[in-house]
């Protein structure tokens, strides 16, 4: 989920690799064990609540990142830190030398933290974010930052192509939104090699931001078609997380090095996995669903059929528990007895390709 | 960027802690695309190769209070002008930068190191350094020394190949975002009020724009290459008629070859795959006229006789090997 450090361990597992050594094989496995402790990521939720628009929400995860590195006591925001410096330089000094700098160990650092709903500006005063609200240039009935990607009238979704480098405070802010509902993400600022294709849904006769993800633009393995994802929490539940890893799908059939295969950058959060490999069983249930009459099947075939890569292929079929081994010397087979079950389990019709996108809406 | 070293085999079974690659377990599902056979029994013997996750999800409670918001009717300033945030967020930047150049700093110097264990493999005390790096089960096998060497070379090549790759786009793509002029507009957004079909058909010249046309090179004999910048470059048969299309692109992209007598290159044979031509790479100015080449692509980088990653095409064209050009005059 995380923009950079987090692929200390998977380089090199792209599906597509002929390459043969149990480091590939290996890492794959350890993708699911997170490196912890990046910087702007804290034990515990350092701002209390969250306004954001109609919604005060408490944050899950904690987020350094808002403040300023060298102000311990985190009486401010960082910005104001920063600016009030800038005015007074001799008052970081004045703190140094008598050593007075009062040091904050509460968990909380903020009680309140009010963020514009349209563009991700934040201030810890309430009147100062509800006069900005009104004159925020993004306060629109349709968002018109970046460009339109998709666009369905009729369920009233719009997704929408921001650039890091050329919107970079709207980036920046949406991050550091985001890491409230991340517990993983570490660039906030770096920005410019990112893409974020944000969701907006209607609300209250307006269309609002409600989740996004990220795209590096310069990974070092071509083959990621997403960095992070966030649906923000008065969403969640209405499958725009579901409708966003189609729509990486959909936008990597366009990304040069992305036709063959490509999937998310590991590892995934606990909820991040948990959301993949359901979208990927319901997929791919429909391709074996296709393929079942066949005497047999490859991972390769169901990444041609899907675009995912091999690894998450064989990692979705274990997953459902259709590959059975009479023992370990053993081929592996694939059970249709299995897999029924597995579809009954799931309440799926395989024979129906699940589609969460309106095909017709796509603007990619 | 990412640490180009791979990670050490956590393999309890092997205590040498400097191995970086093991040949031995890989898995021939994905690797070597081993079919899997389906059965119509059941089995509770389930086949794990990752091992199922059941992690515990971590207890979020959905925390949310709906509010409703009361916004001032009249508003001059805005109080949180972007400017308000400049200072900090730029030091943020730099701050950030310092960590993720280091970063890159250790991984290029792990690249020095894969690039000196790839001249240590090919000089004449090679199997000592490739014991101490790749698992080797019996060092006395000449067959499984060589066996390992040549994998190990090859995965090596690999990620210093992909590191290059990731160079070149990174300067592709800081050139274009050095070059970019912002600008800000308050105006509606047209697209919203075009037909969707308009706004697809607008897409798909911007993305010509970009990334180049999707390139038709007739062949004579009724076969045609496409080279599509999302796809893999493939020979096709009767599409030759079709190269000189009017949308190709803002200039003529399609040169077609000398009608009378057409490249050797291609024949009959274009899915006949030669091993040992697959293995290296051999750009596309140097295919000499008795060279069969595989273009049913296996899933390696070599494509079409290059590097795919050398294959890019630009929005000006697609400019034929020179020495095709030169014979042309
Ligand atoms: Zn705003």
Same mark, same amino acid.
């Given at each position: 989920?995380?923009?950079?450090?987090?692929?200390?361990?998977?380089?090199?597992?792209?599906?597509?690799?002929?390459?043969?050594?149990?480091?590939?094989?290996?890492?794959?496995?350890?993708?699911?064990?997170?490196?912890?402790?990046?910087?702007?990521?804290?034990?515990?939720?350092?701002?209390?609540?969250?306004?954001?628009?109609?919604?005060?929400?408490?944050?899950?995860?904690?987020?350094?990142?808002?403040?300023?590195?060298?102000?311990?006591?985190?009486?401010?925001?960082?910005?104001?830190?920063?600016?009030?410096?800038?005015?007074?330089?001799?008052?970081?000094?004045?703190?140094?030398?008598?050593?007075?700098?009062?040091?904050?160990?509460?968990?909380?650092?903020?009680?309140?933290?009010?963020?514009?709903?349209?563009?991700?500006?934040?201030?810890?005063?309430?009147?100062?974010?509800?006069?900005?609200?009104?004159?925020?240039?993004?306060?629109?009935?349709?968002?018109?930052? &970046? $460009? +339109?990607?998709?666009? %369905?009238?009729?369920?009233? /979704?719009? *997704?929408?192509?921001?650039?890091?480098?050329?919107?970079?405070?709207?980036?920046?802010?949406?991050?550091?939104? &985001? $890491? +409230?509902?991340?517990? %993983?993400?570490?660039?906030? /600022?770096? *920005?410019?090699?990112?893409?974020?294709?944000?969701?907006?849904?209607?609300?209250?006769?307006?269309?609002?931001?409600?989740?996004?993800?990220?795209?590096?633009?310069?990974?070092?393995?071509?083959?990621?078609?997403?960095?992070?994802?966030?649906?923000?929490?008065?969403?969640?539940?209405?499958?725009?997380?579901?409708?966003?890893?189609?729509?990486?799908?959909?936008?990597?059939?366009?990304?040069?090095?992305?036709?063959?295969?490509?999937?998310?950058?590991?590892?995934?959060?606990?909820?991040?996995?948990?959301?993949?490999?359901?979208?990927?069983?319901?997929?791919?249930?429909?391709?074996?669903?296709?393929?079942?009459?066949?005497?047999?099947?490859?991972?390769?075939?169901?990444?041609?059929?899907?675009?995912?890569?091999?690894?998450?292929?064989?990692?979705?079929?274990?997953?459902?528990?259709?590959?059975?081994?009479?023992?370990?010397?053993?081929?592996?087979?694939?059970?249709?007895?299995?897999?029924?079950?597995?579809?009954?389990?799931?309440?799926?019709?395989?024979?129906?390709?699940?589609?969460?996108?309106?095909?017709?809406?796509?603007?990619? | 960027?990412?640490?180009?070293?791979?990670?050490?085999?956590?393999?309890?079974?092997?205590?040498?802690?400097?191995?970086?690659?093991?040949?031995?377990?890989?898995?021939?599902?994905?690797?070597?695309?081993?079919?899997?056979?389906?059965?119509?029994?059941?089995?509770?013997?389930?086949?794990?190769?990752?091992?199922?996750?059941?992690?515990?999800?971590?207890?979020?409670?959905?925390?949310?209070?709906?509010?409703?918001?009361?916004?001032?009717?009249?508003?001059?300033?805005?109080?949180?002008?972007?400017?308000?945030?400049?200072?900090?967020?730029?030091?943020?930047?730099?701050?950030?930068?310092?960590?993720?150049?280091?970063?890159?700093?250790?991984?290029?110097?792990?690249?020095?190191?894969?690039?000196?264990?790839?001249?240590?493999?090919?000089?004449?005390?090679?199997?000592?350094?490739?014991?101490?790096?790749?698992?080797?089960?019996?060092?006395?096998?000449?067959?499984?020394?060589?066996?390992?060497?040549?994998?190990?070379?090859?995965?090596?090549?690999?990620?210093?190949?992909?590191?290059?790759?990731?160079?070149?786009?990174?300067?592709?793509?800081?050139?274009?975002?050095?070059?970019?002029?912002?600008?800000?507009?308050?105006?509606?957004?047209?697209?919203?009020?075009?037909?969707?079909?308009?706004?697809?058909?607008?897409?798909?010249?911007?993305?010509?724009?970009?990334?180049?046309?999707?390139?038709?090179?007739?062949?004579?004999?009724?076969?045609?290459?496409?080279?599509?910048?999302?796809?893999?470059?493939?020979?096709?048969?009767?599409?030759?008629?079709?190269?000189?299309?009017?949308?190709?692109?803002?200039?003529?992209?399609?040169?077609?070859?000398?009608?009378?007598?057409?490249?050797?290159?291609?024949?009959?044979?274009?899915?006949?795959?030669?091993?040992?031509?697959?293995?290296?790479?051999?750009?596309?100015?140097?295919?000499?006229?008795?060279?069969?080449?595989?273009?049913?692509?296996?899933?390696?980088?070599?494509?079409?006789?290059?590097?795919?990653?050398?294959?890019?095409?630009?929005?000006?064209?697609?400019?034929?090997?020179?020495?095709?050009?030169?014979?042309?005059?």
């Amino acid at each position: 989920m995380s923009l950079i450090e987090t692929q200390t361990n998977n380089e090199e597992q792209n599906g597509n690799s002929n390459s043969n050594g149990k480091a590939l094989v290996s890492s794959t496995k350890e993708l699911k064990i997170k490196e912890p402790s990046f910087y702007g990521v804290l034990n515990k939720p350092n701002i209390e609540f969250v306004y954001f628009g109609n919604y005060k929400i408490s944050p899950w995860y904690g987020n350094a990142a808002y403040f300023y590195p060298q102000d311990l006591s985190h009486n401010l925001l960082g910005y104001e830190y920063a600016n009030k410096v800038a005015l007074d330089p001799l008052a970081r000094k004045r703190n140094k030398e008598t050593d007075n700098q009062e040091i904050n160990t509460n968990v909380i650092w903020l009680e309140n933290l009010f963020v514009c709903p349209f563009c991700f500006k934040y201030t810890a005063n309430q009147h100062e974010g509800n006069q900005h609200q009104v004159l925020c240039k993004c306060n629109k009935y349709r968002p018109n930052i &970046g $460009k +339109l990607v998709y666009y %369905d009238s009729t369920s009233n /979704y719009i *997704i929408r192509e921001i650039r890091g480098f050329q919107h970079p405070l709207y980036c920046q802010n949406l991050c550091l939104f &985001g $890491k +409230l509902f991340l517990d %993983d993400k570490s660039i906030y /600022y770096n *920005i410019d090699h990112f893409n974020f294709y944000v969701i907006y849904g209607m609300e209250s006769d307006k269309y609002i931001p409600m989740g996004f993800f990220s795209k590096e633009m310069l990974s070092y393995d071509v083959e990621n078609n997403l960095a992070c994802i966030c649906i923000f929490p008065p969403f969640q539940r209405k499958k725009l997380g579901t409708l966003l890893i189609e729509f990486s799908y959909e936008l990597a059939k366009f990304t040069p090095g992305q036709y063959r295969s490509s999937g998310p950058e590991f590892p995934l959060s606990p909820f991040g996995q948990i959301s993949y490999l359901s979208y990927w069983s319901k997929k791919i249930a429909n391709v074996i669903y296709k393929m079942k009459n066949k005497k047999s099947i490859t991972v390769a075939e169901v990444m041609k059929y899907t675009g995912f890569r091999k690894e998450d292929v064989l990692l979705t079929l274990e997953n459902m528990k259709i590959l059975v081994q009479e023992d370990l010397d053993s081929s592996v087979l694939l059970s249709i007895k299995n897999f029924e079950n597995w579809c009954q389990l799931n309440n799926l019709d395989p024979s129906i390709e699940v589609k969460y996108l309106n095909e017709e809406c796509i603007l990619i | 960027m990412v640490s180009p070293r791979k990670l050490r085999s956590k393999d309890t079974t092997n205590n040498n802690s400097t191995l970086l690659y093991d040949f031995d377990n890989i898995n021939e599902y994905i690797s070597n695309d081993k079919p899997i056979g389906i059965t119509k029994k059941a089995s509770d013997n389930h086949y794990s190769w990752f091992g199922i996750m059941n992690k515990p999800l971590p207890t979020k409670q959905i925390d949310i209070i709906e509010i409703d918001q009361i916004l001032p009717r009249r508003v001059q300033i805005d109080p949180l002008p972007s400017s308000k945030y400049e200072i900090f967020h730029r030091k943020m930047r730099k701050d950030e930068k310092q960590m993720i150049n280091e970063e890159k700093d250790r991984n290029f110097y792990e690249l020095d190191i894969l690039t000196s264990e790839l001249q240590t493999l090919n000089q004449y005390n090679w199997e000592k350094r490739l014991c101490q790096i790749t698992k080797v089960n019996d060092p006395r096998d000449t067959s499984e020394l060589e066996l390992k060497k040549q994998l190990t070379i090859n995965e090596i090549e690999k990620i210093l190949r992909k590191s290059e790759n990731w160079r070149k786009r990174n300067d592709l793509f800081n050139n274009k975002f050095k070059n970019y002029v912002r600008k800000e507009t308050d105006e509606s957004d047209e697209d919203y009020d075009l037909p969707l079909e308009e706004v697809k058909l607008k897409r798909k010249n911007e993305r010509r724009l970009k990334y180049g046309p999707k390139v038709k090179l007739n062949l004579g004999n009724d076969l045609c290459l496409i080279i599509d910048p999302f796809g893999i470059p493939k020979i096709v048969k009767g599409h030759a008629a079709i190269t000189k299309s009017k949308t190709q692109s803002p200039r003529k992209i399609v040169r077609e070859m000398p009608k009378s007598k057409p490249k050797e290159v291609i024949k009959k044979e274009v899915h006949v795959p030669i091993e040992s031509f697959k293995q290296k790479s051999i750009k596309l100015e140097n295919v000499t006229k008795d060279m069969k080449i595989d273009f049913k692509n296996s899933g390696d980088e070599v494509l079409f006789g290059t590097l795919s990653n050398n294959l890019p095409t630009f929005a000006n064209g697609f400019q034929l090997p020179l020495n095709v050009r030169r014979a042309k005059k």
